[in-house]
């Protein structure tokens, strides 16, 4: 009953936002809701079924992003001619290395020459391929650095790219879940959160993959089509003067139709994204209810008794980590696909990491329902709040307004003026949602820990 | 001789004197993580937060005092300003302390939970931070600020090469010497600090003993925000303040704090400076001739992160528990 209430209250809320605002910012907003709610189920998975802190969620979303952007992109033959070559030669060096440092790794027993070849390996492949890679680097990012300056993708369906994305963040968090596993939960938070950082610092950098910070644009988005096409199509035209009885010679029609091409858009995105989260959060319950799942949770409640009765805690934490990271990785691919672009210089930790942590927390771990709940309620308020922020602030700006020059302070020789205050609250005003999220989730873990959503069986004894 | 003279002050310049000065930034940013960890038992992820919203409140000192002409002759007026940071901080943390963290230790809740809720502190001391000073860089160094010039140093020594030695460098590795002189000498010699060592080593014996464990939390907090506030400020002086940079600290002083092994304060000195090193080192590489423009990079300056996670990885693989066997505080 109580999901049905609480999901109900927020349509409700989205609703006012559609009479309020408008039905394209109501869009705007549902659609990111329906993939943070993705995220969140991802990251419930990884908390609320194993409880394992992933302080690198931002690493798998980045990574989705980049992988949609990689299969997706037509290929650009003019950087494939000047560097692809060495490139993939490198590429093939590393996979030689890797397989070499597993050979040794594997058939090798006595541990002083494992490690030490391995580091020696490590270095002996620094040296070896950084020149290939190096002048394959330089010649790609040196021709038409304006447009073009790197290898561009397959050219394949964008739907494509949000399958290898899963499976690239899930092989990512299963080098992860190999290094950080098995020791202690801090240990986990501080892997992640570095792998975060380096994800990042690589979309940033690595022009020849993703073109760094002048980002690439344009994605297609097949099977959604563009605004400006679906505003030629006769069909559309003729939808749009059987709806509003407006015919091409009326002056508002052009208007409507562009009006309507962008909310069509956005509801074709909508119906995809529902559909991602349809099939997710079945299987996400499927999981948990499964004996797999009761075993999940029988570890997380307590990893002793659980080990005693002959369960490999460490390798059930790694597969629920992998799945887990392959979610958010979709959930990354279906955020670059919905922009139309990557810009690596937007991913920051407090957003794509700490912001979907709340999500989890507020809407309950380790229920699947509550992950979405949080996710779609926490987004909006995350947006909302800055609308509201903005208002109230222009509200005492004006109440402050007729007061303005009068009223000086002095202490020492500073001077601080209300005028000055308007202007700090302006500034602030973008601020203020961190502070409430902050505030949010300091107060649900403390007055109501198990989230909106609890979870269905026996209370949880952390 | 004087080519070897020459690839000396080279190194010196480029390599020993800045990490040295950084690694005992991270020194201090890792004491404050590792003494959280060994006393309340959980990674504070607003660490780096806290070390922003005390700098923060340097500089605000640091204004007032150049807006009444208050100034520290050739050292900066940050210092100054220092313990008045410090104070304000010490009162937020607690006050932080106060309203979240104590409710969980009462509860005796898994230490996860307490990091969970040290995401929410970080969350409301990252907006504080951005409400009151905004997210722009800001450069408060002021008095004289180099000790030695480069040029002065060529005319001196007669040497192709030139060696530099900024006054906040020189006052970060002072300040820092002193700081952890004098933590070491509380850990060590002071009943309280006894105390906390014992705290840290068996609560329930401890208790038993009859240390007052809300003194011991409130001396540890104290610490903590003094150890942040200084190593922010020296991180500042030296470099300039940028909140967002400071949440970024964060990796370098985990994996500075996990490598010495966590919970111990040797280790975190330890672990600061080899992160440190490391990653000047891997900075630069020298190769036959000694210019500073054939000075290699064998990692853009992007990639420093790269180096602490690889640092984190290794001991990870190699030895969890840090060089200096952690998990418990030592003095």
């Not at chain 1, 990884?46 to 949609?68: D, E, H, K, R, S």
């Not at chain 1, 070559?85 to 058939?107: K, M």
């Not at chain 1, 500034?427 to 505030?439: S, V």
């Not at chain 2, 009943?191 to 809300?214: C, F, H, Q, V």
Request: aromatic content about 12%; proline content about 3%.
């Amino acid at each position: 009953m109580r999901p049905i209430i609480l999901f109900f209250l927020m349509g409700l809320a989205l609703l006012a936002v559609g009479f309020a605002q408008s039905w394209a910012v109501m869009l705007v907003i549902l659609n990111l809701c329906l993939i943070s709610a993705v995220m969140s189920v991802g990251l419930n998975m990884q908390w609320g079924y194993a409880g394992l802190f992933n302080a690198g969620v931002m690493a798998f979303t980045a990574i989705g992003g980049i992988v949609a952007v990689l299969i997706s992109e037509a290929p650009v033959p003019a950087g494939w001619a000047a560097g692809g070559l060495p490139i993939l030669f490198s590429g093939f060096l590393v996979a030689a290395f890797i397989g070499a440092i597993y050979a040794l790794r594997r058939f090798v027993s006595k541990g002083w020459i494992k490690n030490w070849g391995t580091v020696g390996l490590v270095v002996l492949a620094y040296f070896v391929i950084r020149p290939f890679f190096d002048g394959g680097v330089t010649s790609v990012e040196a021709i038409n650095a304006a447009s073009a300056g790197h290898l561009g993708g397959l050219g394949l369906n964008i739907l494509v790219g949000w399958f290898v994305a899963a499976f690239v963040a899930a092989g990512v968090g299963w080098v992860i879940g190999r290094i950080a596993l098995g020791l202690r939960a801090d240990y986990l938070a501080i892997a992640t959160l570095g792998i975060a950082e380096i994800v990042v610092a690589v979309s940033k950098n690595e022009e020849w993959l993703t073109r760094g910070v002048k980002n690439i644009s344009g994605l297609k988005r097949a099977p959604v089509p563009r605004e400006t096409n679906l505003q030629q199509a006769e069909w559309f035209q003729n939808f749009v003067s059987n709806f509003t009885g407006l015919t091409p010679a009326d002056e508002a029609f052009k208007q409507t139709v562009i009006e309507w091409s962008s909310v069509f858009v956005k509801l074709c995105f909508t119906a995809l994204f529902a559909t991602v989260l349809a099939i997710v959060l079945f299987l996400a319950i499927r999981a948990l209810n499964s004996p797999w799942g009761r075993m999940m949770r029988a570890i997380r409640d307590n990893e002793e008794a659980a080990s005693a009765m002959g369960k490999n805690v460490v390798m059930r934490h790694r597969e629920v980590f992998i799945l887990g990271a392959a979610i958010m990785g979709v959930a990354g691919a279906m955020l670059t696909t919905l922009d139309g672009q990557f810009t690596p210089t937007s991913y920051q930790p407090l957003r794509f990491t700490f912001l979907i942590w709340v999500m989890v927390i507020v809407g309950g771990s380790g229920n699947n329902l509550g992950a979405v709940l949080g996710g779609f309620l926490i987004w909006f308020v995350w947006i909302e709040a800055e609308v509201a922020a903005q208002w109230f602030s222009t509200g005492i700006e004006g109440s402050l307004s007729g007061v303005l020059d009068v009223f000086i302070v002095n202490i020492g020789s500073f001077e601080i003026q209300v005028k000055d205050f308007t202007v700090w609250l302006k500034n602030a005003t973008p601020h203020f949602r961190y502070l409430l999220m902050g505030l949010v989730l300091l107060l649900v873990l403390r007055f109501s820990p198990k989230g909106l959503i609890p979870e269905a069986s026996a209370a949880r004894t952390r | 001789m004087t080519d070897i003279l020459n690839a000396l002050v080279l190194m010196l310049n480029f390599v020993v004197i800045p990490a040295t000065s950084y690694g005992a930034q991270l020194a201090l940013g890792a004491l404050g993580v590792t003494l959280v960890y060994g006393i309340l038992r959980f990674g504070n992820f607003a660490h780096g937060d806290t070390m922003a919203f005390g700098t923060m409140f340097t500089i605000f000192f640091t204004w007032l005092f150049q807006s009444v002409g208050i100034s520290f002759g050739f050292l900066p007026t940050a210092l100054l300003a220092l313990p008045f940071g410090i104070l304000v901080t010490s009162l937020y943390v607690l006050g932080m302390d106060r309203v979240v963290y104590r409710h969980y230790r009462a509860k005796r809740s898994a230490p996860v939970i307490l990091t969970i809720a040290s995401v929410g502190v970080m969350f409301v001391t990252n907006s504080m931070v951005r409400f009151m000073i905004g997210t722009d860089d800001q450069r408060f160094a002021d008095g004289e600020r180099f000790i030695l010039k480069a040029r002065a140093f060529k005319e001196w020594s007669g040497l192709r090469e030139g060696l530099k030695f900024k006054t906040t460098e020189g006052l970060t590795i002072l300040v820092a010497a002193i700081a952890v002189i004098a933590l070491f000498w509380f850990l060590q010699r002071t009943r309280t600090g006894k105390a906390m060592r014992a705290y840290s080593d068996n609560e329930d014996l401890a208790l038993l003993s009859g240390i007052n464990p809300e003194r011991v939390v409130m001396v540890t907090w104290i610490l903590t925000a003094a150890l942040a506030t200084l190593a922010g400020v020296l991180f500042g002086l030296d470099k300039s303040f940028k909140p967002f940079t400071y949440f970024q600290l964060l990796l370098p002083i985990f994996a500075a704090a996990i490598l010495g092994g966590i919970g111990n304060p040797t280790g975190a000195i330890v672990g600061g400076f080899v992160v440190a090193f490391s990653e000047k080192f891997l900075g630069y590489v020298l190769p036959d001739t000694w210019k500073p423009e054939g000075l290699m990079q064998l990692l853009t300056v992007d990639y420093k992160f790269a180096v602490s996670f690889i640092i984190l990885v290794a001991v990870l693989l190699i030895r969890p528990t840090g060089i200096f066997k952690g998990k418990v505080i030592k003095g």
